[in-house]
């Protein structure tokens, strides 16, 4: 095939320019320090209960959809589940410790709802359960870490699923709001920050368009389920988990805010975009792929209904909040949680053809569900960012600065936490295990996202806090134990915690000193993954 030398210099110039930023942030980013942040911001990592616990059926747990969805045969890579995990259940102390080794002020973790109520309202509250949390949030205190505690992190007893029909079905919102007052009962006099659920944009993406998490519904082209409709499913799932987070908060902020004078809020999956194209088209998608995503979930939160560009592509299947529910919702989130892993491209699909070619690439642009876009990491054969080990998860660090700020301009620059970001790597062969603990790549990521984040909070952003996924490597929900977020490795088959080189960065960052030059100072060359292509929120 001949190359016109317009194209070749166009292209060559193109990979200059992204080397010239990329080599820039990189000088900026080697340079960020804690006193570049707020006094007070809470510096953290974060987990989750089924990631990390283990003891599945111990002490009354019941189960949770995760326990049964991960031992169906083909659900997760090489037959992982989360039965033992990384045994934090009986680990909790020596993991305390890990954390004040590190010089955390606070963690962020989910509480497992079928190890405090195994059966929901259907049974009676495990107190065996409830100790367990109250030994870890007291531990977590001795050592002068704040509790950032999530209720729901994906995970639901399964008894829900099987009698109620899961987030499909209204009751939900009740049930949820009964286990939100045992947990506010429970844990509130020490518990000072409080998410409702993580991610319920993702959870319904994965669920209930993909079919790819519990409990799995889905129709073409979105994938190849037994029962489901991804054009409507995840719209009322979403819609019954918006009305559960207000119910919680409600009750939150009117008998146990006043007395205990904590926060509540909730967390969303957020991406940054750009138009794939210099045209107003793909201006427009990349503007309907965050209000798609995460103004789905925080315009409702916030100003009392789902954003109008949803209603226009989704007309009557998007469901409608009555009066009084609009003012259950509104302003019902006192700070916004972001997780936030990278960046992609947006393509136009109402006035273009939309055809996936690469697993950064979702399928289904030609459906409202996805605001007829389609979403990507290449232009003319060049990623958006340095590839990670997830197929959608590029290195993009000025992402953060921007996704802050839009969330300052369309929220009226309500409190933030940015409750996830991290970095994955893959699991790495004999012939690469140094990269385990010297994991320089992932303290070069979080160097460049800190210093993005910093820019944020200097044009203004009221940024409170900033939590790495994750404290250690763990269960990642369909990838199994292959991909590597962690500060910290685990040993699968003695559970040992190892602190990696980012461990040490973090530590070093946390107390404002600089890891040496010659260790993390170089420029990182990223070599590009082909091989994790199976579908994972984290």
Known sequence: MKISSTNYFSCLFFQCLLLFVYVNSFEEQKNVKKSEFPDGFLFGTTTSAYQIEGAVL????????????????????????????????????????????????????????????????????????????????????????????????????????????????????????????????????????????????????MAYVRGVYPPARCSPPFGNCSAGNSDTEPLVAMHNMLLAHAKAAKLYREHFQPKHGGLIGIVVHSFMYKPLRNNDFDRDAANRAVLFTAAWVFDPLVHGDYPPEMRKYLLDALPRFTSDERKLIKDSIDFMGINHYGTLYAKDCIYSSCVCSNSSCIAGGDHPIHGYLITLAEKDGVSIGEPTGMSRFFVVPNGMEEIVDYMKKRYHNKPMFVTENGYASLNPTTAQADELQHDTKRVEFHKSYLASLARAIRKGADVRGYFIWSLMDNFEWTSGYDLKFGLCYVDRATLDRVPKLSAKWYTDFLTNNSLNGEETGKLITFKYSTQANHLSDK
């Open 58 to 205: 111990e002490d009354g747990k019941g189960l949770s959809n995760w326990d049964v969805f991960s031992h169906t045969k083909g659900r997760i890579n090489n037959g992982d589940t989360g039965d033992v995990a990384d045994d934090h259940y009986h680990r909790f102390q020596e993991d305390v410790e890990l954390m004040h080794s590190i010089g955390l002020n606070s963690y962020r973790f989910s509480i497992s709802w079928s190890r405090v109520l195994p059966r929901g309202r259907f049974g009676k509250v495990n107190f065996a359960g409830v100790t367990f949390y109250n030994k870890l949030i007291d531990s977590l205190l001795l050592k002068g870490i704040a509790p950032f505690v999530t209720l729901n992190h994906h995970d639901h007893p399964h008894e829900l699923e099987e009698k109620c029909g899961g987030w499909l079905n209204p009751v939900m919102q009740e049930e949820f709001s009964y286990f939100s007052q045992i947990c506010f009962e429970s844990f509130g006099d020490r518990v000072k920050y409080w998410t409702t659920i993580n991610e319920p944009n993702m959870f319904a993406e």
